[in-house]
C-alpha cells in the first residue's frame, strides 16, 4: 500500500532528491522566460533535446509548495509549461497535483500526479482529464493511503530513486500535451516527439 507522505521534513528531503536528480540527467541549462497564459517568470532551465525542468519554492516569501514545472521544446511553445508536479510543503493538500507517497512493505518513496492540469480553454481540467487517461491503453491509476480513512486515485509516475523517473514523467507530460491538443478547437498535429521511446 502507498502512503501519502505529510512530514515536513521528510517532503522538502524528498523534494531536493527529485530535483537533483533531474538536474543530473537534463544536462544543458538556460535562463528563459517560461509560464504559461496570464503569468510567467525567469527561470534558470534544466534540459534535453525534448523535456525542460525548472524548480522553485512557491509563492515568493510565505511559500507553500515546492513547484516542479515541464515543458516541450519542440511544441509550438517551447517554454509554456505542460505539466506540473508541485509537493506541498506539509500535510494534505489535493489542490496540488503532486504526491509523494511511501510503500509499505519497501518503503520506497514514490512520485504520483492527482491529474489536475491547467489549461487556457473550457474542457480542460483534473475529471476530464483523468476520464481522457484512463480511455487510453495500458493506463493505471494507484491507490493512495490518505489517512483519515481517505484514499485517492493518482497516476503513478515512478519511484524517486528509479531508473526510469525520467521516462515516467516524460510519459506524463507528453500525455497532458497530447489531452491539451486533443481538446484544443484548432485541433493541431501533436506533437509527440519520438524521444521517449528509447529511454
Known amino acids: ?16 532528491e527529485f530535483a537533483q536528480r533531474l ?11 517560461i509560464g504559461h497564459q496570464g503569468g510567467g517568470w525567469t527561470a534558470q532551465v534544466a534540459s534535453n533535446e525534448d523535456l525542460w525542468y525548472a524548480t522553485r519554492t512557491f509563492p515568493a ?5 515546492y ?20 509537493f506541498p510543503l506539509q500535510g494534505v493538500n489535493r489542490r496540488m497535483a503532486g504526491v509523494l507517497a511511501k510503500e509499505d512493505k519497501t518503503h520506497a518513496l514514490v512520485v504520483l500526479h492527482r491529474g489536475g492540469i491547467g489549461g487556457a480553454h473550457k474542457g480542460v481540467g483534473k475529471e ?9 491503453p495500458e493506463r493505471e491509476l494507484a491507490e493512495v493511503d490518505e489517512g483519515a480513512g481517505k484514499t485517492a486515485a493518482c497516476i503513478l509516475v515512478g519511484g524517486l530513486h528509479d531508473a ?36
Open 164 to 199: 526510469s523517473l525520467l521516462l515516467g514523467i516524460f510519459a506524463l507530460v507528453r500525455d497532458v500535451y497530447a489531452f491539451k491538443q486533443s481538446q484544443s478547437r484548432d485541433a493541431r498535429q501533436l506533437w509527440l516527439g519520438d524521444a521517449w521511446k528509447g529511454m
Open 67 to 86: 513547484q516542479n514545472v515541464f515543458g516541450w521544446l519542440g511544441s509550438a511553445q517551447p517554454y509554456d509549461i505542460v505539466a506540473e508536479i508541485d
Open 1 to 16: 500500500m502507498l502512503r501519502l507522505l505529510t512530514n515536513a521534513t521528510q517532503i522538502k528531503s524528498a523534494q531536493h
Open 128 to 136: 476530464a482529464f483523468l476520464a481522457w487517461y484512463r480511455s487510453q
Open 23 to 33: 538536474l543530473a540527467i537534463l544536462p544543458a541549462r538556460r535562463r528563459r522566460k
Open 61 to 65: 516569501g510565505h511559500p507553500t509548495c
